[in-house]
């Protein structure tokens, strides 16, 4: 069992030093440096687990705050009550005092197949999240900046989000940058404000993004995508967490944490010499990297629940509880380029359009029932065959614009009219 003693173990009790040579027995050394009644977020951090002692005073409250960063063992006299307690607040496990070492090594074993602790809202166990969730954790108990790498639509807003809420700063504002949408030209206004009087029709002082972002988070969408003059002056702030608004004779402090967010590849930019190594590399403390969801399919049935349970209110006429097998075995042979956000909007759009409590296949986007059509013998006249080969080009087309009618109409070569009453005569609402 030589492996568990790189576990990190925090017991909380009155009586920690009972509890020393039972887990050396197990070959685990409970650090006494580390085994303090108070803990901070930050040095939570070193730890993979915790053993708390539910026959000491205000348990309910430190389990509460620790199960959301580490998995949360109770262990206590046999008092059934608690321990249940315990289970409904959101522990792991129970063990009965006094602890025994096959008991323990058991817990051990079981945690390290079992994914990392759940993150609210964020849906998925599939192997391949762990990393993910780590990383969430380990991110929100310090303070370091974040890297959030991912295809478009696998949820790197919805992280950042997590970091924020997760940590110490979450009582304090969460600031979204969306980097892409601010011209070169307006870039020092937005992100530094402006004095008074610093230019023509400056006739108040603005604070700018950063400044509102002060004691909390700043999240920098699409960073892969910023100009040169972007990195430079962000590039500053970052280092020295000061800035000086426009017209303004000197710095002002921030104190901010930068979590970033691009489905670029920032390295190989760094090397074809569009994006600052130094930025790249203030940046990339913590580095998050979000999986497809092609490679973590056996998180979509979760996923669709979710999914369906967040949007089935907006049906007023109908209770949607669930999707027929069929439907979720269709979805489950799709390969998402879209990622999350497109499994969601599949989602909200068949619940808008179908009849039944259940999804059906038909209530999918035509896109996607050819692949069960497909299987099937070609039938039907020449005239259905073709008006379904144009709702499959149309909804490819409304995929790429994200709805938008106009651009669609320009990928498929037609006027935005004839679009619209296509639209209509399929029946497609968007
Ligand atoms: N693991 C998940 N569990 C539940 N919902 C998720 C998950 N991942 C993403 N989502 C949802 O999918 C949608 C897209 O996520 P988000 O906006 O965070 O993605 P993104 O990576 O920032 O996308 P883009 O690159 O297009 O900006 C959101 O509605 C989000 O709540
Ligand atoms: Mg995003």
Known sequence: MSSLKSFNVLVISDEVEKLYDIFESIGITLRKSFQQKKQTLSNLSFYDIAFLD???????????KLKQYIPVITFGNSDLKKAIKSMK??????????????????????FKDKPQIEIEGIIGTSKIMDNVYCGIRKAALTDSNVLITGESGTGKELVARAIHKLSERKEKPFVVINCTAIPDTLLESELFGFEKGAFTGANYTKKGLIEWANEGTLFFDEIGDVSPLFQTKILRVIQEGEFIRIGGTSYIKVDVRFIAATNKDLLKACKEGTFREDLFYRLNVIHIEIPPLRSRKEDIPALVEHFIKKHSSKRKDLQVRGITDEALDVLMNYSFPGNIRELENIIERAIAFTNSAEITVKDLPAYLQK????KKP??????????????????????????????AAKILGIHRQQLQRKLKQFKIAT
């Open 54 to 64: 539910i026959d000491t005073e205000g348990w309910e409250n430190r389990l509460m």
């Open 378 to 407: 070609l039938q039907g006249t020449l005239k259905e065959a073709i008006n379904n080969f144009e709702k499959e080009l149309i909804w490819s087309a409304l995929q790429k614009s994200r709805g938008n009618i106009s651009k």
């Open 371 to 374: 692949n069960s059509i497909s």
């Open 89 to 110: 607040l959101g522990a792991t496990d129970f063990l009965q005092k006094p602890l025994k070492s096959e008991e323990l090594k058991e817990i051990f074993e079981n």
